[in-house]
């Protein structure tokens, strides 16, 4: 454990030459969002690191088993923000900074509730305070931006009334979205003020309100129409897929080409998709589009492959007859070698000192590949595997 003026770092002895940069950054990140905010935190911020996901799915600071896609977690009783190493400084960076906005975010609603007591406590809801988490750690991806311009030019733009009710990940993208125009439109001083009044109010539309002094109906129409003024000129030098493609797959998750080496077809799709119950790896004509998928191997049915990690890593196709996986098994990951003829797996190799492999791709050799490691150090690199 290391001490900074604000933040206790918690991290295991592997993991010692990730911590000074993490306490560097989350003391910074405490600094901003003190100005921001407007406020000071009553008492130390823990955060505990791990080195890997795999490590983190193990803690015992949450309730549950901490899925995939959880890239962190602010504990709401003692404010403990627990947080895994991925490989990918950005991300971590990202999620540090995300984490921190919740710690303020907690500490301003309860100092609220107790200097203004109601007797019923008014919360925000979830689209404010991710959207507001997003907004002040990362801003928008690539990712973020296709989600907005999908839901604008579809005309599936959902009112900001429902979101209140919407607790699905779309809240991040679109809630930072409505929180970047509302400080463009209205001013980012605003933000802080909701958090001061939000305890004088019996609901967070009236206190929305008295903050901004217009209703949420009203702040949704002039939300929806910017929105369509930012993407609609998009529609004159971009088709819409409905219009330029046809669909292959449903729930379809980072595909991969399969070529024909007899040159008698145009090859066929390689995906991963949980459309059974389970992530599982599937295998389709792009010619014969009314054929049904080919399932080739499931995920999350036995020991030996727990995970696909299908939103994270990729699958390889490009060596004739055989697949790159990368699979969880136990306490780490393996490179898994599927073979198409056979339907089954010729090679499987685990390294000792890598938690995690990520995206392995065949070199062009056919003998040799190329992944994504991560060490129990935290440290990523790119290894090269020759093959026997």
């Known amino acids: 454990m290391i001490h900074g003026p604000h933040v206790d770092l918690y991290f295991y002895p592997e993991e010692a030459a990730l911590a000074p940069g993490t306490l560097a950054y989350a003391e910074a990140s405490y600094d901003t969002l003190a100005l921001r905010f407007g406020y000071e935190a009553r008492t130390r911020v823990p955060i505990i690191i ?17 899925p995939e896609n959880l890239l962190g977690s602010t504990d709401f009783l003692k404010r403990r923000v627990a947080l895994p190493f991925r490989g990918s400084v950005s991300e971590f960076r990202h999620t540090i900074r995300h984490e921190m906005v919740h710690v303020f975010q907690m500490g301003l609603e309860s100092d609220s509730y107790y200097q203004m007591y109601q007797g019923s406590r008014v919360h925000f809801p979830l689209w404010w305070t991710e ?3 997003e907004y002040w750690s990362a801003g928008q991806d690539a990712r973020d931006e296709m989600v907005l311009r999908d839901l604008t030019l579809n005309g599936t733009l959902p009112p900001i009334q429902q979101l209140t009710y919407v607790t699905s990940g779309i809240v991040y993208p679109l809630g930072g979205e409505i929180h970047r125009w509302l400080a463009g439109t209205y001013g980012e001083w605003r933000i802080a003020l909701m958090y001061q009044e939000i305890a004088r109010h019996p609901t967070f539309e009236a206190a929305i309100k008295s903050v901004y002094g217009k209703s949420l109906e009203q702040l949704n129409a002039e939300f929806q129409l910017a929105m369509r003024r930012k993407y609609y000129p998009a529609a004159d030098t971009h088709e819409p897929l409905a219009v330029a493609a046809r669909p292959l797959a449903k729930l379809a998750i980072k595909p991969s080409y399969l070529p024909d080496t007899s040159g008698q077809t145009a090859g066929d799709a390689i995906y991963i998709s949980p459309s059974s119950g389970y992530f599982s790896v599937y295998r389709k004509s792009l010619e014969r589009t009314d054929d049904k998928p080919h399932r080739l191997v499931t995920a999350g049915r036995s020991g030996a492959i727990e995970s696909f990690h299908p939103f994270d890593s990729r699958v390889d196709a490009s060596r004739p007859g055989y697949l790159l996986l990368t699979t969880k098994r136990g306490d780490r990951d393996a490179l898994l070698i599927w073979s198409l003829a056979e339907q089954k797996a010729v090679g499987r190799y685990e390294f000792e000192q890598l938690v995690a492999i990520r995206s ?29």
């Not at 791990?50 to 901490?66: C, G, M, R, W």
């Not at 040799?368 to 093959?387: K, M, N, P, V």
Request: no cysteine; charged share 10%.
């Open 360 to 388: 392995p791709a065949w070199m062009p050799d056919g003998n040799s590949i190329i992944f994504s490691g991560l060490a129990e150090s935290g440290q990523a690199d790119l290894y090269r595997l020759t093959l026997p």
């Open 50 to 66: 791990y080195a890997s996901h795999i490590d983190f799915e193990q803690t015992n600071l949450l309730p549950f088993v901490p």
């Open 131 to 133: 959207g507001l988490a």
